[in-house]
């Protein structure tokens, strides 16, 4: 049964940045496509970015492009989001998730793709 541990979260003013970490245990982490998502108060569990196995794809929803960086360390079984220009609709509880069965370079964005989740994180944007 594969962890995952979040950390990493908190509260910022716009503008400002958080990184993100998705610690691992209990499996081949090297061989997962790893993603995060979120979830904000009254809302949908939303997308954010992937990154399959070695680093190599990676996809981003639109809202964060150019803001957000996803990464890994597979030496570490450690997933990464760094967050950049936080903004208040940034604010929602963010999940790591793990897919044990993509392929190497599959980057699925359907949460039903991810059998592993973590607890999540808050992340807290104040104007």
């Known amino acids: 049964q594969v962890q995952l541990v979040e950390s990493g979260g908190g509260s910022v003013q716009a503008g400002g940045s958080l990184k993100l970490a998705c610690l691992a245990s209990?499996?081949?982490?090297?061989?997962?496509?790893m993603a995060w998502f979120r979830q904000a108060p009254g809302k949908e569990r939303e997308f954010v970015a992937a990154i399959s196995w070695g680093g190599s794809s990676i996809q981003y929803v639109d809202s964060v492009k150019g803001r957000f960086t996803i990464s890994r360390d597979n030496t570490k079984n450690t997933l990464y989001l760094q967050m950049n220009s936080l903004r208040p609709e940034d604010t929602a509880v963010y999940y790591c998730?793990?897919?044990?069965?993509?392929?190497?370079?599959?980057?699925?964005?359907?949460?039903?793709?991810?059998?592993?989740w973590g607890q999540g994180t808050q992340v807290t944007v104040s104007s």
């Open positions: 209990r499996g081949t982490f090297s061989t997962f496509a």
């Open positions: 998730a793990a897919d044990p069965s993509a392929t190497y370079s599959s980057i699925p964005d359907r949460a039903a793709r991810y059998d592993y």
